[in-house]
């Protein structure tokens, strides 16, 4: 089972093209939310599938659609999705979800849109036999018109919390195209075992394996190297992140500006951390959701962020390299790669939009009770004091909204 998105369908101004509504019932088939946006005069006369949710509206014009789409990410938690447009006339209505919101837009026999079915326009959809093998053909298609995103995570043994972060990764990503890189640095304690069931269950989980502990900058650069997205991003295996966080975390890497970009969280080392109450998985999702409604589309700068959650693209990767394995088991690695970064001209962000659950230290801090933090810490910190030649300044969290 591949990431979810959900497929919304425009009405037409005539009668609704028989291909959309066979569409929208083999999307719904396999799983995906579907919602058929149809005149009052025109309901829907098909079969009602799970997934399935028509949705009358008063005026086609292209407001009152553009209206109906701001709902549906509000009122339905829509984060990712394809816009099936039936008539051109009503592209102008999806520009500002192209634009605001990341949706990939689906036309027929228009150049306009991401995705484009009719013959010699784009996907030939009709020279496939079957509507199942039609669904799949578009499928490939949508998936491909989001940059391909490679979420990478690093774990030495602490099962428990591999557990919850896997579970909410492969359950709240609602982004079409992703694959999920974990990299094992030697588990004993049932994780190799997990990671080889999900790798079965789900084709874009890949684990690799190795058999000692590499430490957390040349695991990141192991994955980094093996991976095939436009996207990636580093991610703890203390974490737990909610619904459409990655939708909105790629959706600001489209500015070019920006080099690094990182969460709201519970807990970390600077002013990305805020000052939050919740007891309970579902008090979680509830103040996530609320943040994505209260903080759309924005971004703060910041000197530096923690690497438990960063995003980047490719190009900056391969523009910078590896992150600088000279730091011992971790530490310090992601304050050289924000001076790399900002020294090749590129800002560094967090978004206060996307709120993601951090335990904080659960590997490293293993290292407190047999004493080898502190002495670490200060290795580390020498080394990079001695690169860039300056004294390194301790990071104060400061509350934020």
């Given amino acids: 089972m591949a990431a979810r998105y959900d497929l919304i369908v425009l009405p037409g101004v005539a009668n609704d093209r028989p291909e959309a ?9 396999h799983a995906h939310r579907v919602f058929w946006l149809h005149r009052p005069d025109e309901p829907w006369t098909g079969p009602n599938p799970p997934n399935f ?70 996907l030939d959809l009709l020279s ?29 043994d602490n099962l428990a919390y591999n557990k919850m972060c896997l579970a909410s990764l492969i359950e709240n ?3 079409p195209n992703l694959e999920i890189i974990v990299v094992d640095n030697g588990s004993t304690d049932g994780t190799v075992e997990l990671l080889r069931d999900l790798a079965a269950r789900f084709p874009h989980f ?7 502990n590499a430490g957390f900058g040349p695991a990141n650069n192991q994955a980094m190297a093996a991976a095939t997205g436009e996207i990636f991003v580093l991610l ?33 080392c600077n002013e990305a951390q805020i000052d939050v109450a919740y007891a309970t998985y579902g008090e979680f999702e509830t103040l996530a959701a609320r943040r994505g409604r209260e ?20 190009d900056l990767y391969e523009q910078l390299g590896p992150l600088d394995e000279r730091y011992e088991v971790g530490m310090f690695e992601d304050e050289d790669y924000a001076i790399r970064t900002r020294s090749a001209g590129y800002q560094i962000a967090w978004t ?24 670490l810490f200060r290795t580390n910190q020498v080394q990079f004091e001695q690169k860039w030649g300056i004294c390194w300044e301790r990071h104060r969290p400061l509350p934020t909204s």
């Fill in 21 to 29: 509504r066979s569409l929208a019932i083999e999307f719904a088939r």
């Fill in 53 to 122: 949710e028509p949705i009358a509206v008063e005026d086609i014009s292209p407001d009152s659609v553009a209206r109906v789409l701001a709902s549906l990410r509000s009122d339905r938690h829509v984060e990712s999705a394809a816009l099936l447009v039936q008539d051109i006339a009503l592209l102008p209505a999806t520009v500002d979800a192209r634009a605001r919101l990341g949706w990939r837009r689906v036309a027929f026999e228009s150049g306009a849109a991401d995705v484009t079915i009719g013959a010699g326009y784009g």
């Fill in 128 to 156: 496939l036999e079957s509507w199942p093998a039609r669904w799949a053909a578009l499928d490939r298609e949508i998936r491909a018109a989001w940059p391909r995103a490679s979420v990478i995570v690093i774990s030495f």
């Fill in 173 to 175: 990503t609602d982004y």
């Fill in 206 to 212: 890949r684990p690799i394996y190795n058999q000692f």
């Fill in 236 to 268: 703890n295996n203390d974490t737990i992140v909610p619904h459409g966080w990655l939708t909105r975390m790629a959706l600001h890497l489209e500015d070019p500006s920006i080099g690094l970009l990182g969460p709201a969280t519970n807990r970390t």
């Fill in 295 to 314: 903080f759309p589309g924005q971004v703060i700068p910041i000197r530096m962020l923690a690497m438990f959650c960063t995003a980047l693209r490719r």
């Fill in 352 to 375: 206060p939009e996307v709120y993601i659950h951090h335990a904080y230290h659960a590997s490293i801090g293993k290292l407190l009770p047999t004493g080898n933090y502190v002495p």
